[in-house]
């Protein structure tokens, strides 16, 4: 599970700073605002600052959808080790069923 939520925060680091750097060349938001606006994608909550231009809008909009698969994949990844322990709680990973 360490393993898991290595890689996990890794994609979390590599994907919040995409969305900084994005946010920074986009929309010409300070870093911390960009900082601010990219967590709050990446975490589903919702933007912070309205985007003006053709390409903040088209960015935040690549942004979130990005985001949405980036939170569901990770969520897989972390609850994969319990779910293959609970799948072997009840045996249910084996081939034939009786045993």
Do not use: C, N, R
């Not at 919040?16 to 946010?23: A, K, Q």
């Not at 569901?72 to 249910?92: K, R, S």
């Amino acid at each position: 599970m360490l393993l898991h939520a290595v890689v996990a925060a890794a994609v979390i680091a590599v994907a919040l700073s995409i969305g900084v750097t994005g946010y920074h060349v986009t929309q010409g938001l300070p870093w911390i605002d960009a900082l601010l606006e990219a967590s709050m994608i990446l975490s589903g909550m919702g933007p912070i600052h309205e985007a003006t231009t053709t390409a903040a809008k088209l960015f935040a909009a690549g942004y979130a959808l990005f985001s949405g698969v980036i939170l569901l994949g990770l969520a897989a990844l972390i609850l994969a080790p319990v779910m293959h322990l609970v799948l072997h709680q009840f045996h249910l990973d084996e081939k034939g069923g009786d045993q």
